[in-house]
């Protein structure tokens, strides 16, 4: 997502927990895209706490001027299986760092900038938040939260700034391996499309939101999931 919207003409900030990683990261989305350095800016911080929050949108209007697109792409799920034996306190933090601190950054990104210049919100969000998975649930129910997270700030945040999300399916990133390793072929079969989803079918979606192209869309949560949905089941 970084790199298209560089490729599109925007600087951007990352932010990530790792300071050598999102450092790393950074000097590579910059070679990759032909942009200089300084086009990205990247901040070590977590997205749980309120601190890092207000670092990476403060240096992120410091170095660039302004702050027009926030993309919420912050997600950890770390409960499988039955929610009857669910640890209480890892739910609580899939719904923190998955809903609370979406919303954390869109009311500082509101007061930084967005309140006065206008702008666009894209959350990520996920075809489990749309239908259940049986074994994903807090992780579901989280950014089902998101889904609608995302409807009331188009409401509240309009007309200056639009807010929509992305539910994609099954896409792969680190985060997913464990979804599809050593079972990709007998994953995709249930696609329509009959493959799972790459970075890249997600980050031009996000990209399109982001944009004065997408002027007349907000309050939208649009699949990105090569028509699993369609199906009508997640297995």
């Known amino acids: 997502m970084a790199l298209e919207l560089l490729r599109r003409g925007a600087s951007v900030t990352i932010t990530a927990r790792k300071p050598d990683t999102v450092a790393a990261a950074a000097e590579s989305l910059a070679l990759e895209a032909g ?3 300084s086009r990205v800016l990247a901040v070590p911080g977590n997205a749980g706490k309120a601190e890092d929050r207000e670092e990476a949108v403060t240096r992120t209007v410091e170095q660039f001027g302004s702050l027009d ?3 919420n792409n912050t997600g950890i799920n770390p409960v499988f299986g039955s929610l009857m034996e ?8 899939i719904f923190d760092v998955n809903v609370v601190a979406a919303l954390g950054f869109v009311q500082l990104a ?9 702008g666009a919100v894209v959350n990520v969000a996920s075809v489990g938040g749309l239908r259940s998975t049986g074994v994903i649930g807090a992780y579901g129910a989280s950014k089902a939260a998101l889904i609608r997270l995302t409807e009331e700030l188009a409401w509240q945040l309009g007309p200056k700034v639009r807010v929509n999300a992305v ?8 985060f997913a391996e464990a979804l599809y390793t050593g079972r990709e072929d007998e994953a995709a079969r249930a696609y329509p499309m009959k493959r799972l989803g790459s970075p ?5 979606l996000v990209a399109f939101l982001a944009s004065d192209a997408a002027a007349w869309i907000t309050g939208e949560t649009v699949r990105v999931d090569g028509g699993l949905l369609a199906t009508g089941s997640l297995a």
């Open 35 to 37: 942009v200089p350095a």
């Open 69 to 71: 697109v926030l993309v």
């Open 86 to 93: 669910a640890d209480l306190g890892a739910v609580q933090k």
């Open 110 to 118: 509101w007061k930084a900038w967005l309140q006065e210049h206008g």
């Open 167 to 174: 539910a994609p399916a099954v896409v792969k990133t680190r």
């Open 200 to 204: 890249e079918d997600v980050a031009q």
